[in-house]
């Protein structure tokens, strides 16, 4: 909106009365479900907004150039925050749900090594190309000195652009923010898929061996479902491009967090509903 005469969206600043209104419906949603579905589905909750929170959090850590980065002009990968996140969560998600059956643990670690090796891949196609594609350096934008290595990047950046290919800072960066997003997407579908696993039989009056492939496959959307709204809702904290956990819009990341947690809370209530009404 900056470039059409308008204010720039976002900051790092919390507004406290969205927040507290925020953590006020939070409450009333666990409250809800505690009513509606007892111990055991107000512990899954917990579960799920835990899972949102940490999807809200990883996703700034994701090294994301839209447009410009296609062009070599901004760090990052060549795609919107939404698209990368979504990609990287639910290649995650995908690895904990076929490691369910193994235990909640292991399916915890699945699928945060699922999210996690799919941007560690995704980073490094990313700069092969920018290097021997596009023949370009990897240089930061945000900060003189990478963290990590302590490389020096004014000297490589070219001018008229706030930097391109992916420092090492991003690629670290970018591996975090897909282990964090695979982990709460896959700890979102693990706690579903143990709420409906444990409802469905009873509701039906069957064996669980019916209607398991019904509470995977319920799990399973809600699960994904939960994860692009958390991806878009941080995804418009953002606002547009960042390079990763050096950059400074990386300090917006608590807002997101809360929002995560909220719509998390909400969505989950529902998602609890279904089988608890």
């Not at 700034?60 to 062009?71: D, K, L, S, T």
């Not at 997003?181 to 409802?199: C, N, P, R």
């Not at 997101?256 to 969505?267: G, L, R, T």
């Amino acid at each position: 909106m900056s470039a059409l005469g308008g204010a720039a969206a976002g900051g790092e600043g919390i507004n406290p009365t969205a927040s507290v209104i925020g953590i006020v419906v939070l409450l009333i949603a666990l409250g809800i479900t505690f009513f509606i579905a007892s111990t055991g589905g107000t512990i899954a909750l917990i579960g799920i907004i835990i899972g949102g929170a940490l999807i809200g959090f990883g996703v700034h850590f994701v090294p994301v150039g839209g447009a410009p980065a296609a062009m070599g002009q901004a760090p990052g990968i060549a795609t919107g925050v939404a698209m990368l996140a979504a990609g990287a969560g639910l290649a995650g998600l995908f690895g904990g749900a076929w490691a369910a059956s193994l235990g909640f643990a292991v399916a915890l670690g699945a699928g945060a090594v699922g999210g996690g090796l799919m941007m560690a891949i995704t980073c490094l196609m990313v700069n092969v190309i920018y290097v021997f594609g596009m023949g370009i350096p990897s240089a930061s934008g945000k900060v003189d000195k990478d963290p990590i290595t302590g490389d020096t990047f004014p000297q490589y950046k070219s001018q008229g652009t706030e930097g391109h290919g992916l420092p090492f800072i991003s690629y670290v960066g970018g591996v975090i923010g897909g282990t964090l997003g695979g982990l709460g997407g896959t700890l979102i579908y693990l706690e579903l898929l143990a709420v409906y696993a444990a409802a469905l039989p009873t509701l039906y009056n069957v064996p669980l061996e019916e209607v398991l492939p019904v509470a995977v496959s319920l799990a399973g959307i809600f699960a994904v479902g939960m994860f692009l709204i958390n991806a878009v809702l941080t995804a418009y904290n953002i606002t547009g491009t960042i390079e990763g956990p050096h950059d400074p819009k990386f300090k917006r990341f608590p807002r997101a967090v809360i929002a995560a947690a909220v719509a998390s809370a909400v969505c989950g209530m529902v998602a609890i509903m279904v089988v608890a009404l």
